[in-house]
């Protein structure tokens, strides 16, 4: 199983980026899937995550609104659209998937349930600065 994501950079303050995370080994439909990202000296967090099976997508307070999470199955890959960019989302960004019997995408209060989690990409990291 390979979860391989790209697409980080620098951009400004106001800026927008769009990170891609292209799967192979799993089919990211049947798998409840989303973004956390790590910051200097913090903990990793959950961005947002999505369910087909639960019918749930959820994000984090600090990005509701600037972000959005997509998944295109025919490519079986998953984005997160970021716009309005702030310097605090300055971090790196690793796509996660996970069985869906976990319940990690079920509640919106399990979004930084790092142990739920089941495969894990290399992170991208994402730069915001003027």
């Known amino acids: 199983v390979q979860l391989q994501a790209s697409g980080g950079g620098l951009v400004q303050p106001g800026g927008s980026l769009r990170l891609s995370c292209a799967a192979s080994g799993i089919t990211l439909d049947a798998y409840a899937i989303g973004w956390f990202r790590q910051a200097p000296g913090k903990e990793r967090e959950g961005v947002s995550c999505t369910s087909s099976s639960d019918g749930t997508t959820f994000y984090a307070d600090s990005v509701k609104g600037r972000f959005t999470i997509s998944r295109d199955n025919a490519d079986n890959t998953l984005y997160l659209q970021m716009n309005s960019l702030k310097p605090e989302d300055t971090a790196v960004y690793y796509c996660?998937?996970?069985?869906?019997?976990?319940?990690?995408?079920?509640?919106?209060?399990?979004?930084?349930?790092?142990?739920?989690?089941?495969?894990w990409g290399k992170g991208t990291l994402v730069t915001v600065s003027s």
């Open positions: 996660a998937a996970a069985d869906v019997r976990s319940g990690w995408c079920r509640h919106r209060r399990t979004l930084s349930a790092r142990n739920a989690v089941d495969y």
